[in-house]
């Protein structure tokens, strides 16, 4: 099974890389995976139960975490051998406790908009009227 992703994956990239002269000694089996890949819609659905299983998989974060093992455990399923993870450092934000405090706001004038304070200038000198 981890054949039919891996030759999903390889598939894929040679075909996205066009029409690219392949060495005699590999054809055979760069054709046995391009058509495993073209042919089989095994990779995707195994990529699309992670990512609706484990969501948003940020670096350092539990579903990452989680999504890695769950991938290794798959490829252990699947008879490969020699699964293991490497340690690795990430560096990933940690979200810490936040406080606010919001002093009061400075004291601003406050502007009319044109139209109303034209009005108010005229009104004050007693040349303005209302429309009826």
């Not at 029409?19 to 495993?36: M, R």
């Not at 998989?57 to 539990?62: E, L």
């Not at 975490?65 to 934000?93: P, S």
Request: proline fraction near 6%.
């Amino acid at each position: 099974m981890l054949f039919r992703i891996l030759t999903g994956f390889i598939g894929l990239a040679v075909l996205s890389v066009g029409a690219v002269d392949i060495p005699k000694d590999y054809q055979a089996t760069a054709n046995k995976l391009i058509h495993s890949s073209t042919n089989s819609a095994f990779g995707f659905n195994r990529l699309a139960t992670m990512c609706d299983t484990f969501g948003p998989r940020f670096s350092g974060s539990p579903n990452l975490e989680k999504a890695i093992d769950w991938c290794l455990a798959q490829m252990k399923k699947d008879g490969f051998m020699n699964v293991h993870g490497e340690e690795v450092t990430v560096r990933h934000w940690v979200r810490g406790r936040e406080a606010a405090t919001l002093p009061t706001p400075p004291r601003r004038a406050r502007r009319a908009p044109t139209e109303q304070a034209e009005a108010c200038t005229a009104a004050s000198r007693g040349d303005y009227t209302v429309p009826a």
